[in-house]
């Protein structure tokens, strides 16, 4: 399996421009989530998806910050308009309800500059 | 807001083991401990989790006191590519699913 897929990898760009990451979960998965990690906040959780719902998004920093999830191999996180603390490494991970473990897999993460 | 309190900082010689500590002591009845890691700005890695038995696997061994309140991860033999840093996490159950709240983990060095 290839695990979580994000892209881009590396994404630079300035404030007021709009930023979208894409995340593919691993296939078969029925939870996705959005995470944010910086250097001041460690890791947050913005918002989680279940068969494609949005079920929580109380993580979500402000309106800004948008995420959908319009089939199960695809999620988008978007940022319009981008702001400098906006910075960070933004991670998918996805899990699969019932299993054993209820491990989360992540995807190896966007590392977001806005100068 | 994270459920757990972990040491910022330890170091660990190579070949010994790592004893992570992990003070949880709100957590409730059904509320599992996960350990995860992560190396260098990769994305955070399973390690092992349970509920109130110890338990083992390959790749480390996990202590639950009896009261729940507190938890050790062991690294048996610790090795240079351990270097990482390890995330206490309590399991939270919420709207049908779980959070998983991460707090601000051990940052673990292993010296040569």
């Known amino acids: 399996d290839a695990g979580v897929i994000q892209s881009p990898r590396h994404e630079v760009t300035e404030m007021g421009q709009e930023v979208t990451l894409r995340c593919k979960p691993i296939?078969?998965?029925?939870?996705l989530f959005w995470y944010r990690q910086t250097m001041m906040r460690g890791l947050e959780l913005l918002i989680y998806?279940?068969?494609?719902?949005?079920?929580?998004d109380s993580g979500m920093p402000e309106d800004r910050f948008s995420a959908k999830m319009p089939n199960a191999s695809f999620s988008t996180l978007k940022i319009q308009p981008s702001e400098p603390r906006d910075s960070a490494v933004y991670f998918c991970?996805?899990?699969?309800?019932?299993?054993?473990?209820?491990?989360?897999?992540f995807g190896e993460g966007s590392r977001l500059t806005v100068l | 807001d994270a459920k757990t309190t972990q040491p910022p900082s330890m170091d660990c010689a190579e070949g010994r083991a790592a004893n992570l500590p992990c003070n949880h002591s709100?957590?409730?009845?059904?509320?599992?401990v996960y350990w995860y890691r992560q190396i260098h700005s990769q994305g955070p890695q399973y390690i092992i989790h349970?509920?109130?038995n110890n338990e083992t696997n390959e790749m480390a061994s996990l202590i639950i006191t009896e009261d729940r309140k507190s938890s050790t991860l062991i690294l048996p033999h610790a090795t240079l590519r351990d270097t990482a840093v390890y995330y206490c996490?309590?399991?939270?159950?919420?709207?049908?699913?779980?959070?998983?709240?991460f707090g601000t983990g051990t940052r673990l060095k292993v010296l040569a």
């Open positions: 991970a996805s899990s699969l309800w019932g299993t054993n473990t209820g491990e989360l897999f």
């Open positions: 296939s078969g998965h029925d939870y």
């Open positions: 998806f279940n068969n494609n719902v949005p079920i929580d």
């Open positions: 709100t957590i409730s009845g059904n509320e599992y």
């Open positions: 349970g509920l109130k």
């Open positions: 996490i309590v399991r939270v159950p919420t709207s049908g699913t779980y959070k998983y709240i």
